[in-house]
């Protein structure tokens, strides 16, 4: 069964990396983000053209899901788990609804409700799914469920105006990613409407609210506890 | 039990328009079909813009995933029928791979092989991932979930046929997309390489090899059978 429940564990990751290739290559395309460089490398449609970028993006997300439905995990958890990834990728309060939102606040004034709701569907959503599809494909009870989906949340929020920040912060060598390029693109960002200040401040109570759904799980959190320490922390 | 497998099959065919929508709407855009009109309407980019086109196709393919996760499926049937469908849309033999071989094919004479490869897998693969899926949705036998596998790829072959027979034989008007575009494209087509008479020589014995199929059913599967006389028989 651990070597059984390990494969499974596998092909949750792979299935979210799968997804998260793809938003990375779409979001890359002219017609949204128009970027030349990602990790500091020229990003898919620089490289194989724009109709390939496309259909590779397409095919990651479709990959996603056949990597989940033939996981070896008991059927009720997979497609659970299926559900869980489908709704943090997709709209409503997913993924793709936080892109729409995104590309329709570009070069306007943005409040604070609508900034709020695009960094946590935008990228707070597919963090959180993958915290709650861990949970769930390892059999975790339904209150720790819960506990690790608030906790996915408030780290997956925090990520985001980080990277708000160090886009400001940081240089295009260091991010492996043109810098500078929300304030070109007027995106709408913490910064944008906090300053730099305030966007730090933000971050650091959003990492404290989330180690706090942690304390509950003690020593068996260490893992998830370092990581959401090194999320914020990051300089690239 | 009765309305709970009707809501099942339901959500299976929900699932499977999406994902055709999906396909429709990235193939037009301008980096692949660069295609105007559909079904007698101007295309989605067209109406809302690049970057919501490519966002409303990954929406509408994640919304497939997530309806068939939380459709009332006994979740054992539920994995196998999402893992059908992402077969069927992905890459290897399915649409992705096939629309993949079709834009490395344009512009360059094909061999029959190749045809034959983007035929079976842009086309026939979702006609068919839709068939075994109602089948597995429906508790089918094995022995019968293949017959249906069968008759789904002859038919769903013969359909891409004749769609290249109606794409030079009938009017703009008449499909509501813009006819002659293969031709116009160089697109890898069955009329291309083999001549209008021979092609539908070959629709009629893809017809007569998936009626053939279901002769085992007799009466239950007189739909299928209807279906299967309509797709080659149309005429837009």
């Not at 983000?33 to 053209?49: A, I, Y």
């Amino acid at each position: 069964m651990f070597s059984h429940d390990l494969e499974g564990a596998i092909r949750v990751g792979s299935a979210i990396e799968c997804i998260h290739t793809y938003s990375l290559i779409h979001d890359d395309l002219p017609a949204l983000d128009n970027d030349d460089l990602r990790r500091g490398k020229p990003t898919s449609h620089k490289v194989f053209g724009e109709a390939i970028a496309i259909l590779a993006g397409d095919a990651l997300l479709t990959l996603a899901f056949q990597t989940l439905a033939t996981a070896p995990l008991e059927p009720a958890r997979g497609v659970r788990v299926i559900a869980e990834i489908a709704a943090a990728a997709g709209t409503v309060d997913g993924m793709v609804g936080g892109q729409v939102a995104d590309v329709e606040a570009g070069g306007k004034p943005v409040d604070q409700p609508t900034i709020e709701y695009i960094h946590r569907s935008k990228t707070a959503a597919l963090i959180r799914g993958s915290i709650v599809a861990g949970a769930i494909a390892g059999g975790a009870a339904t209150d720790d469920v819960e506990r690790l989906r608030r906790f996915g949340d408030y780290i997956g929020w925090a990520f985001q105006v980080v990277d708000d920040l160090l886009d400001v912060e940081e240089s295009s060598a260091t991010l492996g990613k043109t810098a500078g390029k929300d304030r070109a693109q007027a995106k709408a960002t913490y910064p944008a409407l906090y300053g730099i200040e305030k966007s730090r401040a933000i971050a650091a109570d959003l990492e404290r609210r989330a180690l706090a759904e942690l304390a509950f799980f003690g020593e068996r959190a260490r893992c998830l506890r370092q990581l959401a320490e090194f999320l914020v922390a990051r300089r690239s």
